[in-house]
């Protein structure tokens, strides 16, 4: 079992920078995986951002060059910097975590954070 909480959400003005937290506990030796995505007011949830165990990142063509993930082990927490933020960017941003156990895989979503940005 896996626990997520979001955080570092608000309201920023177009053309700004914001950084999202995700910290992870429980059974975090179990996690190969971890990821943000984002949902906006009547639209489908969309992936933003992935890191896999060994550092690699994949990143939705909306938002490469301009947001960067990372993640810190010793804090069990994964980053998603935001810089040159545009309108179309405000969504309720989540964190992932993918796990492996016994053959399964499972994943766990935080609770979200709102992240809004301004004309």
């Known amino acids: 079992q896996v626990q997520l909480v979001e955080s570092g959400g608000g309201l920023v003005q177009a053309g700004g920078s914001l950084r999202l937290s995700c910290a992870a506990s429980g059974s975090i030796s179990s996690i190969n995986a971890m990821g943000w995505y984002r949902q906006a007011p009547g639209k489908q949830r969309e992936l933003v951002a992935t890191?896999?165990?060994?550092?690699?990142?994949n990143y939705a063509d909306s938002v490469k060059g301009r947001f960067t993930i990372s993640r810190d082990n010793a804090k069990n927490t994964v980053y998603l910097q935001m810089n040159s933020l545009k309108p179309e960017d405000t969504a309720v941003y989540y964190c992932?975590?993918?796990?492996?156990?016994?053959?399964?895989?499972?994943?766990?979503w935080g609770q979200g954070t709102q992240v809004t940005v301004s004309s």
């Open positions: 992932k975590a993918r796990a492996a156990r016994l053959g399964l895989v499972y994943d766990y």
């Open positions: 890191i896999l165990s060994g550092g690699s990142t």
